[in-house]
């Protein structure tokens, strides 16, 4: 596989592998597989985690991260095919993605939706015009899915409850003030019934059920590795005996580009938040949100502060996992041309 940009085509067991990789790294392996490279981090959005373990972990395998933010200290770039550049790009993705594939080993994107139009957000543009153009692997640090996460997500899971098979797996909608991207909720689907998680999407209403893709990639995979799928509205029966309980906000898709009426309708479910009482519910089940999170807006005080939330463990994995895949790439890419 040259390109790490959706887990959708990376079997369980291959996924496992780099599992089990990033927690050699975990435990202190040390290793110059980045010898000598280099690795092109490009973020189009802000980014706290994601860059400061790409950064660190580029560094910690020995090579180097170049750090490029088009539209500020770099040009803003074209990504329509054909487009007649008279407007603010000065650069197409044709000519960028192949002269950062002559300077880098490695291309990695940061590219939010621009929540205007889901039709449009949904074909993933921008990652997938740096794969088609690039010659070197690239690897997806969030755009509609964020992969880096789910690997993550997944290790702290192994490391709490042990073999994830048929645990119960609860996504819970929250809410936040403002819209926000479904990539990593997207993303909590894929991995969950990737290992055969019985896995509940709690929403408040149909509104806010995610993109058709996902939810097919989530019954598709909960049958095909011997676990289970399903939508809930209520609260009291999703936490029931939940393992694992994951918070994300995200904006109602049918309201895309018109989020003024959306607010209207989400700012009636703030009491979605995670609370005490809400995981008193569960099996005694553990807690964790991808960060950054807003203090008792999308979870209290008690749930963050509490011995079962592993968001911090969570947040320190992605530096482990992202060792894991650029390690796997740049092998890939030197036995293929050997």
Same mark, same amino acid.
């Given at each position: 596989?040259?390109?790490?940009?959706?887990?959708?085509?990376?079997?369980?067991?291959?996924?496992?592998?780099?599992?089990?990789?990033?927690?050699?790294?975990?435990?202190?392996?040390?290793?110059?597989?980045?010898?000598?490279?280099?690795?092109?981090?490009?973020? *189009?959005?802000?980014?706290?985690?994601?860059?400061?373990?790409? %950064?660190?972990? !580029? @560094?910690?395998?020995?090579?180097?991260?170049?750090?490029?933010?088009?539209?500020?200290?770099?040009?803003?770039?074209?990504?329509?095919?054909?487009?007649?550049?008279?407007?603010?790009?000065?650069? /197409?993705?044709?000519?960028?993605?192949?002269?950062?594939?002559?300077?880098?080993?490695?291309?990695?994107?940061?590219?939010?939706?621009?929540?205007?139009? @889901?039709?449009? =957000?949904?074909?993933?543009?921008?990652?997938?015009? *740096?794969?088609?153009?690039?010659?070197?692997?690239?690897?997806?640090?969030?755009?509609?899915?964020?992969?880096?996460? %789910?690997?993550? /997500?997944?290790?702290?899971?192994?490391?709490?409850?042990?073999?994830?098979?048929?645990?119960?797996?609860?996504?819970?909608?929250?809410?936040?003030?403002?819209?926000?991207?479904? #990539?990593?909720?997207?993303?909590?689907?894929?991995?969950? !019934?990737?290992?055969?998680?019985?896995?509940?999407?709690?929403?408040?209403?149909?509104?806010?059920?995610?993109?058709?893709?996902?939810? $097919?990639?989530? &019954?598709?995979?909960?049958?095909?590795?011997?676990?289970? *799928?399903?939508?809930?509205?209520?609260?009291?029966?999703?936490?029931?005996? +939940? =393992?694992?309980?994951?918070?994300?906000? @995200?904006?109602?898709?049918?309201?895309?580009?018109? @989020?003024?009426? $959306?607010? +209207?309708?989400?700012?009636?479910?703030?009491?979605?938040?995670?609370?005490?009482?809400?995981? +008193?519910?569960?099996?005694?089940?553990?807690?964790? /949100?991808?960060?950054?999170?807003?203090?008792?807006?999308? #979870?209290?005080? &008690?749930?963050?502060?509490?011995?079962?939330?592993?968001?911090?463990? &969570?947040? &320190?994995?992605?530096?482990?996992?992202?060792?894991?895949?650029?390690?796997?790439?740049?092998?890939?890419?030197?036995?293929?041309?050997?």
């Amino acid at each position: 596989m040259k390109d790490f940009l959706t887990t959708q085509n990376w079997s369980q067991s291959s996924l496992q592998g780099l599992i089990d990789q990033a927690n050699e790294f975990k435990l202190g392996l040390d290793s110059d597989a980045l010898k000598g490279k280099s690795v092109g981090l490009l973020f *189009f959005n802000p980014s706290l985690r994601t860059r400061t373990s790409f %950064e660190l972990g !580029t @560094w910690q395998l020995g090579g180097h991260a170049v750090v490029l933010e088009p539209g500020k200290a770099a040009w803003p770039i074209e990504f329509e095919a054909g487009s007649r550049m008279d407007g603010d790009t000065e650069e /197409h993705i044709i000519e960028v993605a192949q002269v950062l594939s002559r300077y880098c080993d490695l291309i990695c994107v940061r590219a939010f939706p621009k929540f205007e139009d @889901w039709q449009v =957000d949904r074909q993933d543009k921008v990652i997938k015009a *740096f794969a088609k153009y690039a010659s070197v692997p690239v690897i997806n640090m969030e755009t509609i899915s964020h992969p880096c996460q %789910e690997l993550a /997500h997944m290790q702290a899971i192994q490391s709490l409850i042990g073999k994830p098979q048929n645990k119960k797996y609860l996504l819970s909608w929250t809410y936040h003030p403002k819209p926000l991207n479904t #990539a990593v909720a997207n993303s909590s689907l894929l991995i969950s !019934t990737k290992f055969g998680m019985d896995v509940t999407l709690l929403c408040p209403t149909k509104d806010y059920i995610l993109d058709k893709r996902y939810i $097919e990639a989530a &019954e598709k995979q909960a049958e095909q590795n011997g676990g289970s *799928f399903q939508i809930s509205h209520d609260i009291e029966s999703a936490y029931a005996d +939940a =393992d694992i309980v994951y918070a994300k906000s @995200w904006g109602a898709l049918p309201y895309f580009g018109r @989020w003024e009426e $959306e607010r +209207a309708i989400r700012d009636e479910y703030q009491h979605f938040i995670v609370d005490q009482k809400k995981m +008193a519910l569960t099996n005694g089940g553990q807690f964790s /949100h991808c960060l950054p999170l807003r203090r008792n807006i999308k #979870a209290t005080d &008690e749930v963050m502060d509490s011995d079962y939330c592993f968001a911090i463990e &969570e947040a &320190e994995n992605r530096i482990h996992v992202q060792k894991a895949i650029m390690s796997l790439l740049i092998k890939n890419t030197e036995q293929n041309a050997s």
